[in-house]
Each structure stands twice: as C-alpha cells, then as structure tokens.
C-alpha cells in the first residue's frame, strides 16, 4: 500500500468520543422505542415509557408539580415525557463512554427500573412488562455493538472499518444513524396505533336524557353597548378546551361492559352498580366550575361544564353510612384517591357522581366512564378520574394521594377573579372594556370590583348565572387616557367574604391574591 493510502487510513485509537456517545445515545433510544412498541401491545395496559413516568410523577410528584404546571401548564405530561427520553438518551451516551462494567451496570439499573414501574402499575401484566424490558435491552444492546464493534486490531491495515464503528466511514455512521431514529420512530408510532384502536367511547350506550336539570344562559346579559369583549371567556367551557390536571400519563382505558362502581367500607349494606344501571338511575344536569389547586391567580385552570349525573348523596342513602364515617375516598381505575370530608356530600351542595360532560359521553381524558364532581373542593381532594369505588371511612384512618404529599387534606376553592379582557398589553385610549369571570363555587359571587392604579374600587356589571356553583362574568366600562395604567380585580361572595389582597403560592391550599394586569395605553 502506498505511504499516503497507509497513512489516510483511521486506526480504531481515531474513534471519536462524540461518535461513541452518540451511537450510546441513539442504542437507548432504540432500547426504549421497542420496549414501547411491545407494552403497546397490551391495550389495557400501561406503556413502559408512561409505567416509567408515572413511577416519577409519584416519587417526586410532591417537589416538582409545582414547577411543572407553572412551567408547562396543561403541557406538563408531554414535557415528563419527553423528559424520560432525553434522560434515557443521555444515560446511553454517558455509558457508551465509560469502562464496560460501568455501561453494563447503567443499563441494567435502567432495565430493573423499567421493569419496577411497568410492574407498579394497576392495570399493568407482568408477562408484557418482562419481554417489553427484556427485548428492550436486547436491542440496546445489539444497537450499541453495531455503533461501537471494533475492527480486528491484529488485522492488515487494508482491512475495512465496520460500519458504524465511528472511526472514519462517516457516510456508513451517518446511514445506520438516520436508520436508527427512523426505524425507532416507526416503532412508537406503530404502538401508539395499536395502543388507540377500538376507542372504549364507541362502544358507550346512549345518554339518557336527565330527570331534571338547570337551565343554562344563553348569553351573560351584559350590556355591551358596542364594547368589544373578545376574549371573554365563556360560560361554558367546550370539552375539548377544559384544562386537564391529573397524575395519569396514560388515559386509562374502561370499557363499560364490565366496569362497576363499588360503595363500601363503614356503610351497613354495600353497594355495587355496573354502567347500564347508573344511567339508570334519576339523573341531574346542572353546571359546575371546577378548579385545580395549582391555578395561579389569574391562571387557566379553572373551568365550567354541563355535568350530568347521579348524586352521591342518594347513593349513600341507599348504602346507609355510619354517623362515624367522616371521610368519603374515591378510588381510581389508575390508583389515584381523593378523600372529602363526608358531610360535604350530605349537606345540600352539588356532589354528582357523573358520567356525562356538555350534554355527552365523559370524555376519556376527563374521566371516562364515571367521575366525582363535587362544587367547591378543589380537584385534588375531590374530583376522582376514572372512579372505580367509593370507601367510607373516617379522617384519621387514610390520606388521599396529594394529602401524602404534603397537601392540605381539606381544600374549599379559594374566592378568585380573573381579568380576561383587556388581553393585549396595549390598547387605543377611549371608552373600554374591563371584563372577566370570577368564582367561589357552592357559595356564589355578589359582587365583583376593579381598581385602576390603586385607585378606588370601581362595581362591575355582573352576567347571569344559573347557580351559584359557577363562576360569572363580569364587565367594567373604561375611559382609558394615554399611559400605563395597572389593572386589578377582587370578588365578594355571597356570604360577604372579600377576595382578599395577601398573596400566597398555591401550596398548601390554593394560591390567593388579587389578579393585576398592565396595560400601555396610546
């Protein structure tokens, strides 16, 4: 060979490091890519990606919820998501790095995780969640072999590097790269398929019509004399625009043809009522406004649906609950809990055991096929998604799943109100409006004022409402003049109590505060 060829040639001592680390990355991908795909086989079952995120959204739930819907909102789950694969990624790159005992002992923690989550897991199959881990690793691991296989070091120097093997082909590196990711995309993309055929809501009976319900307006009755109120929110918030906050990475999937709902625990006759028979029952409709307790003040998670279903206090009639139970737990299909205090469900306000949302089928994400909504306790000690039993017990003997968490165990929804309009930070000078909605649900708002830079507080118009279990619109005219000028808001409810202005987080109970927005006028 001549001197120029010999010396042209890359010997196996050229590997480039970040050729190696990104062939180790790329090996985890693929790892977890097919360990998806086969968990996606079960329909019932948890992915192994979601059974590894929930594992995390419960061991750390209590430190970083807060940052997560602060930072990410409603996108919280898809952001843990893609964290799980970038962490994974990175993991592969850092061991494909290191000595071979180190990379050995990375991805068996990783494959003992995987295999520990995916087995924690309610509805997971121990079967599925063995070869979706063992395969995985399988193809890691080869993955890994054909990026980093070294050429025969006591071979010719004419002898070719192996594809892949980072130490000159660059072509054939970039090829098995692209073919990596591709063939790692394809793979989720078939499971998420497999996951998603035969929706468990095609297979729903009809809703029946309620037995009674609560008319609805038809519009907030406010009048607009020409203001434009774009921006406004709705009195009724459309399903597919209501915010969704829960522990669940995947939706769990209940077909009702078997589902039950089971009442037990210190009641003198239990009950258990399949599907069929709770549409039976005598039914109400009537609006809610729900809200999570990691609304800031003046955030979007808060809402307002047509709930109908069967109230909660008929049902436990029929059970006949000990005057000793003091806690009413709601079990989910997914293991999530909730417990309210049991008087709430007895003293007169709406407490429905629902199974419709808007007039329709309870959504899959909003808690398909039955839900608890109950007016004026935030969701989380409340509101059970995907309700599979109903315990009663008393305070002292369980905590619900956020109470364990460090999460105050009763939680009435603070007084809030929220400035919708104006929407943008500038506006033209003149006559305009100061709109938005404000809430105490159960109780009901009687007033609503604004303050413009700290001035004297300004009465709003208030819209109609049909109860006083949601929240209402409200409307103040502005002769906005030239300048900034800092916009607040505050509520009264109906029992008198004022919104008040002391600013606190939303941990332990609910954020407080008055909502402040500044506007430039031109």
Not at 112 to 135: D, K, M, N, Y
Not at 431 to 446: R, T, Y
Request: with cysteine; aromatic share 6%.
């Amino acid at each position: 060979m001549p001197e120029s060829q010999h010396k042209a040639m890359p010997k196996p001592s050229d590997r480039s490091s970040g050729q190696v680390a990104l062939g180790g990355a790329l090996a985890a991908i693929a790892a977890l890519a097919t360990g998806q795909f086969v968990s996606s086989l079960d329909p019932d079952g948890p992915t192994l990606i979601d059974a590894v995120g929930s594992g995390f959204i419960d061991r750390f739930a209590a430190t970083l919820k807060d940052i997560a819907v602060a930072l990410f909102g409603v996108h919280h789950k898809t952001a843990l998501i893609t964290g799980v694969w970038v962490v994974g990624a990175t993991l592969g790159a850092i061991s494909a790095t290191a000595r071979r005992a180190v990379t050995a002992a990375v991805w068996s923690i990783a494959a003992v995780i995987g295999l520990w989550a995916h087995s924690t897991r309610p509805e997971s199959s121990t079967v599925v969640g063995i070869a979706a881990v063992g395969l995985a690793a399988i193809t890691g691991a080869g993955v890994m072999w054909l990026f980093n296989r070294r050429p025969n070091e006591t071979a010719n120097d004419e002898q070719h590097i192996a594809p892949g093997a980072g130490t000159g082909d660059r072509r054939q590196f970039i090829s098995l790269a692209v073919g990596t990711l591709a063939g790692s995309a394809a793979l989720v993309a078939l499971g998420r398929t497999l996951h998603q055929r035969t929706p468990t809501v095609a297979r729903v009976l009809g809703i029946p019509a309620p037995d009674s319900s609560v008319p609805v307006p038809t519009d907030a009755g406010l009048e607009l004399d020409g203001l434009n109120t774009t921006g406004l929110t709705d009195y009724i918030t459309p399903a597919s625009d209501f915010y969704r906050i829960d522990t669940a990475l995947r939706v769990p999937r209940v077909d009702p043809a078997t589902w039950k709902l089971s009442i037990n625990g210190m009641v003198k006759t239990p009950l258990t009522i399949d599907y069929a028979s709770l549409l039976a029952e005598e039914s109400v409709s009537t609006p809610v406004t729900i809200a999570c307790v990691s609304n800031q003040v003046g955030g979007p998670l808060v809402g307002t649906a047509v709930w109908q279903g069967v109230p909660l206090a008929r049902l436990l009639e029929r059970c006949g609950v000990y005057p000793t139970a003091t806690q009413i737990v709601g079990h989910s299909i997914d293991g999530f809990t909730a417990g309210m205090p049991t008087a709430v469900a007895l003293d007169g306000r709406t407490c429905l055991v629902a199974y419709a949302m808007n007039g329709d089928v309870l959504p899959e994400e909003h808690g398909f096929p039955v839900r608890l909504i109950v007016s004026g306790l935030y969701g989380y000690v409340s509101a059970t998604k995907w309700l599979t039993r109903i315990e009663l017990t008393v305070m002292e003997a369980t905590d619900g799943y956020w109470i364990e968490r460090g999460w105050a165990k009763e939680a009435p929804v603070k007084i809030s109100s929220r400035i919708d309009v104006p929407g943008r930070d500038d506006i033209e000078a003149g006559l305009n409006p100061i709109a938005g909605v404000a809430w105490s649900p159960s109780i009901g708002i009687s007033a609503v004022e604004v303050s413009i830079d700290e001035g004297p507080w300004i009465p709003a118009e208030l819209g109609r409402v049909a109860n006083n279990d949601t929240w209402v619109q409200w409307l103040v005219r502005w002769d906005a003049t030239p300048g900034t000028h800092t916009i607040a808001v505050r509520a009264t409810d109906i029992d008198g109590k004022v919104q008040t202005d002391t600013v606190t987080g939303i941990a332990p109970d609910g954020a407080t505060g008055h909502h402040r927005r500044r506007v430039t006028v031109r």
